[in-house]
């Protein structure tokens, strides 16, 4: 087997999936496969003999043979408004039915050019109806920015189902337009980027550290199964696999043994850095273990510092500042601590000795004097 490694775009957050907040706002055709499964979380399946009533079952958006003129073309609403770097469309298993061609383009929508889209009724088997097409002809989508123009897909073999396309445009967009053409199936799409929301009204309290807030991961030490990315999206976590899991440390003592505290005698630790999306001051923080039941961190602490709008480096020494100090976990959990930090730009979050974390949040103020 061929493995194409990920370019460095893919290091980004992701903007398009459902985890992330991404959704479909309009899809031409949905006949064989709602365009909702192509942002779905988890990895493209086949199953041999399962079928629908309208054909074979895939695991992505696929659309009838195109019978009528014109070519098929969806939009998707993004997480948050964000600057994207780079595109993967993922062809799995789609090898004699996926769509040969695709360009993408992209827009910054308004409240009122967003009441321009019809509402969807996610439904196989369907297209769009005459009334639903000539109302979002009001948009001109087809105007909007090409960001990728026609540009060739691969079948979904192994080795050549991973399409991924660097994109150049410094625009921040909040909406984008797959076409393909003339028709087909796409299993999966992610967008990579990085968010620019806007900033929230003075006092109010936020997530600093979320993916919608604009929070990134900028490093880490050990992502096995699971990115430390995943721990700022915004919604619950919906598996094991949605989290951040590291794997097991092979310094741990051959016998556990107990600190006075009650955390636990071990030599290791690992720990992931985060930029917050605004500076600001921090006051609550919650450290979700949610599904991780046999393999959660024994305890967890996180540090806070300010950088400025320097980015954080690995070969740069920092003074960190404790905001939670080592603390204990359970399992399936979330654990909520009170926090009055002075105005922070990252933090470093550190699990002792390994294992898994679904979700972590930074609730506080945005220090409008740096933002």
């Not at 903007?15 to 979380?41: H, I, R, W, Y």
Request: charge should be neutral.
């Amino acid at each position: 087997m061929i493995e194409k490694k990920a370019p460095a775009f893919a290091e980004f957050s992701e903007f398009a999936s459902l985890s992330a907040g991404g959704k479909v706002a309009f899809s031409t055709d949905d006949f064989f496969a709602p365009c909702e499964n192509m942002l779905q979380d988890s990895d493209p399946v086949f199953i041999h003999d399962k079928y629908t009533e309208y054909g074979k079952w895939m695991d992505g958006w696929e659309t009838r043979r195109k019978r009528i003129t014109g070519h098929d073309w969806c939009i998707l609403k993004l997480a948050t408004k964000c600057v994207i770097r780079g595109l993967l469309l993922d062809t799995a298993f789609f090898t004699g039915n996926y769509a040969p061609k695709y360009s993408i383009q992209a827009a910054c929508l308004t409240r009122e050019e967003e009441a321009l889209i019809p509402k969807r009724d996610t439904k196989m088997g369907s297209a769009c109806s005459r009334c639903d097409l000539e109302q979002i002809e009001r948009l001109n989508s087809d105007k909007w920015e090409e960001i990728v123009p026609v540009t060739a897909l691969r079948p979904g073999y192994e080795e050549t189902r991973l399409n991924y396309q660097k994109v150049l445009s410094d625009e921040a967009w909040t909406h984008v337009r797959i076409n393909i053409f003339p028709d087909g199936g796409i299993a999966r799409f992610r967008v990579y980027g990085e968010a620019r929301p806007e900033a929230p009204p003075k006092g109010q309290i936020i997530d600093l550290a979320s993916l919608l807030s604009g929070g990134t991961c900028q490093g880490y030490s050990n992502a096995h199964y699971g990115h430390p990315r995943n721990m700022i999206k915004p919604k619950k976590g919906v598996n094991m696999g949605d989290g951040w899991e590291t794997a097991r440390r092979l310094d741990r003592p051959e016998v556990i043994e107990a600190n006075e505290d009650g955390t636990l005698k071990v030599p290791g630790e690992e720990w992931a850095v985060f930029k917050l999306g605004f500076a600001g001051k921090i006051k609550k923080l919650c450290v979700d273990t949610a599904h991780f039941k046999g393999n959660f961190p024994d305890s967890v602490k996180i540090e806070g510092a300010y950088l400025g709008r320097a980015d954080w480096c690995s070969d740069v020494k920092y003074s960190w500042r404790s905001l939670l100090k080592p603390s204990k976990l359970s399992a399936d959990n979330e654990h909520w601590y009170t926090c009055d930090s002075e105005t922070v730009t990252h933090i470093r979050v550190t699990m002792a000795p390994d294992g898994g974390i679904s979700r972590i949040r930074a609730f506080g103020f945005v220090d409008s004097r740096i933002n």
